[in-house]
């Protein structure tokens, strides 16, 4: 889901990667493949990813250890979400920031079929579970590449990152369901929702222009407060449904403390 190496970041009416780049075999997503795949990159495994089974049902919420530093997203791409993500990139300079001073650190996507790896990062390179990644781990050896990078530079150092491609593929080996080939065209996307350590919600998204401001957040509210709900994921799916697609499906995982 989702190019070449450029010298401009462009909105773009088809930001997906072309055919004769890289790809990828789609993640499934499910909580313990999408761990497992940041655990074997270096995030201690301390910290994981849980299903959301509602985000309206205050009992089913409990089930979820507090704070949620992150929010994986998937969702399949839609006329309505398309036609917004055109709208709101349009018009918008290219980003390109870099650096320690950099707010969140963010991943252009270039790899077909990367969506989730992408989000997977975005989850676990911004906000305070930036502090569960294992010193001298491939992550950590990585995000500290990473930090100084302009956006297309950064986009080179995924693509061919052997270390990634590695974590990926095993990941993709798992799940519940058998997966699709590299080659295959899937219409489900991810989109992460970060804290910063500002406290602002972001919306991450590897297909956009840039991370995406939502709001401001008490220093107390994490990811699956009631505002960041309202901010981020309800927002989300409620412009869906009142553009008259209905009620969106969608899932939801949840990066907080592990169980064990």
């Not at 995000?143 to 052997?162: C, F, G, H, K």
Request: aromatic fraction near 8%; hydrophobic fraction near 35%.
């Amino acid at each position: 889901m989702t190019e070449p190496k450029t010298s401009r970041l462009m909105a773009s009416t088809d930001p997906d990667v072309p055919s004769n780049k890289k790809r990828f075999v789609p993640l499934e997503n499910n909580p313990e493949v999408m761990s497992s795949l940041l655990h074997q990159l270096g995030l201690s495994k301390s910290v994981g990813f849980h299903d959301v089974y509602s985000i309206d049902d205050p009992e089913l919420l409990a089930f979820v250890p507090r704070p949620a530093y992150a929010l994986l997203l998937v969702f399949p791409v839609s006329e309505t979400y398309e036609k917004f993500r055109i709208q709101e990139d349009s018009g918008k300079p290219e980003y390109s920031g870099s650096g320690v001073e950099e707010e969140v650190m963010w991943f252009k996507q270039t790899i077909g079929n990367a969506c989730g790896l992408i989000g997977l990062l975005h989850g676990a390179s911004n906000g305070h579970v930036k502090r569960f990644i294992e010193p001298g781990s491939d992550l950590d050896q990585l995000l500290q590449q990473a930090t100084p990078l302009e956006p297309i530079a950064r986009a080179d150092l995924l693509y061919e990152s052997r270390a990634l491609e590695s974590a990926h593929q095993s990941a993709a080996s798992k799940g519940d369901t058998a997966a699709p080939s590299a080659d295959e065209r899937v219409d489900l996307h991810y989109v992460c929702f970060v804290k910063s350590l500002d406290n602002t919600l972001w919306e991450m998204d590897g297909r956009r222009i840039g991370p995406l401001k939502r709001g401001k957040l008490d220093p107390d509210e994490d990811l699956l407060s009631a505002k960041a709900l309202e901010l981020g994921v309800k927002s989300f799916l409620r412009r869906e449904e009142q553009a008259g697609g209905g009620e969106l499906r969608f899932s939801l995982i949840a990066l907080a403390q592990s169980f064990d």
